[in-house]
């Protein structure tokens, strides 16, 4: 591809993110501050391509029981089950380079995200309270909810998400990405 087409190319991918992904602009004020960015990690990028959000994503690292049981939390709290329906972001690449190489994040208009002020991502702070919880089978139920309660999860607040680099969940219609 010549370097010309490259360019109309990207442009004409700029100029759908700003009709398509208004909202997630004006939310973070990216119009104002150019340089916000929230970032995505993943080992298989399909760029400028308009991308579906999962339908029934299966944890990767973290046990089917916290999984489960935060997806039954959010569904009742914010009407989404997070954890299934979700792309995952970072405003820090540090948080999301270790999915894969990391990638500036559009999610369309009609979105919807949950995060913790408290949890920089969900598997860590479920090793650090259930030691040994990738062979853990069968977790307290009981604990599983307290855990996911101290996590103060909450559906706005998208700067302070954005600033601390925590792990935010996105569902919606879907999103783009683009190279860093």
Known sequence: MKLIEIHQRNHSILEMIKVECGQ?????EIDKYPTRAMYHGT?????????RMPIDRTPRDLPLQIHNAANEMFKRRFGVPFRSVSVFASGHTVSTEQYGASYKFF????????WSPIYDDMYDAALDAFPNVVVKKDLDPDLVVDFLRKGDYRDHGLYNAWVTGHEIMFSGPGYYLLER
């Not at 080992?43 to 991308?51: E, Y």
């Open 43 to 51: 080992r298989s990028p399909s760029f400028g391509t308009k991308m």
């Open 24 to 28: 997630f602009i004006k939310e973070l």
């Open 107 to 114: 999610p369309l208009d009609g979105y919807k995200y949950c």
